[in-house]
């Protein structure tokens, strides 16, 4: 039986940090849903074993900088209110979002966002029924009657309102395909990691849903932390996201993504 890290408590590593009289263990908090290789499994708890691509390399960062970091998870509207007032000195996976700065910090390179030091990209897709009320050529969408799901508060949200569809947001978890099942949307567009293992865990209940090509859109992915952190802590910020891209670039990042591929 697989064991699991309650999600509160979880040190993975323990090592003495000392940067500015920051002394105490530090904390990065991410969502609940399932993120394919790189977050293994949803909900509450990480696998011990093989918690995923992306929880590895930040083991690897924290040892490699003698931190010790305690990882846990909740729905990502609380993991952004919790960085936000520096409940947690770090959140991940976050894409670029310009109003974002206000609540963390992103690995920057002068004005911009520092491409270099991403954790990941990832890609978002429109899922439907063959019989959905809706088009999808050539990344164009255009909704006949209905409205297309997207999870409540994820950046994908401002870029659809952008392009004036029309949206629902509404809560992600495992039941979310459902709403397509039973007509309520004519299409969710999510993220492949998170939607793919909800129809992969039941699949002969979703086999009809389908992913359709290309993505509606890609993006990197990045580790924010918190502005008290980074403000008591500006070496160690850098040397963290300095950390993520170096390790990226090693023989032992190589074999890390070959463990969970293969």
């Known amino acids: 039986m697989k064991r699991c890290i309650n999600f509160m408590v979880i040190v993975i590593v323990v090592f003495t940090y000392v940067d500015s009289g920051w002394g105490e263990s530090i904390t990065w908090i991410t969502d609940n849903t399932p993120g394919g290789h790189f977050i293994i499994g949803g909900g509450t708890t990480f696998d011990e074993n093989k918690p995923g691509i992306e929880i590895e390399l930040y083991q690897m960062v924290a040892e490699k900088l003698g931190l010790d970091v305690t990882f846990k998870r909740a729905p990502w509207n609380m993991c952004l209110k919790q960085l936000e007032h520096n409940q947690v000195e770090g959140l991940f996976p976050a894409s670029f979002k310009q109003d974002r700065m206000k609540i963390g910090v992103y690995p920057m ?5 520092d491409l270099t030091r991403k954790t990941r990209d990832n890609a978002y897709y429109l899922y439907a029924l063959p019989s959905a009320r809706i088009s999808y050529t050539q990344g164009e969408i255009k909704v006949l009657e209905g409205k297309i799901g997207v ?5 994908i949200v401002e ?3 952008q392009k004036e569809l029309p949206i629902k947001e509404v809560p992600i978890h495992r039941n979310t ?3 397509l099942l039973q007509k309520r949307l004519e299409g969710f567009i999510c993220l492949e990691t998170v939607f793919d293992a ?3 865990r039941q699949s002969s209940k979703y086999g009809e849903i389908q992913k359709l090509i290309p993505p509606v859109k890609e993006k990197p992915y990045y580790l924010m ?3 008290k952190f980074v403000k008591e802590n500006p070496t160690t910020a850098k040397k963290i996201w300095d950390s993520i ?3 990226k670039q ?7 993504v070959d463990k969970y591929i293969d």
Do not use: C, M, Q
């Open 177 to 179: 395909p459902d709403l």
């Open 225 to 227: 932390l918190s502005h």
């Open 109 to 113: 390179k002068g004005e911009e966002v």
């Open 245 to 247: 891209y170096d390790i």
């Open 198 to 200: 909800y129809l992969n």
């Open 151 to 155: 999870p409540i508060g994820w950046s």
């Open 250 to 256: 090693s023989e032992e990042y190589t074999k890390l």
């Open 159 to 161: 870029d659809l309102k």
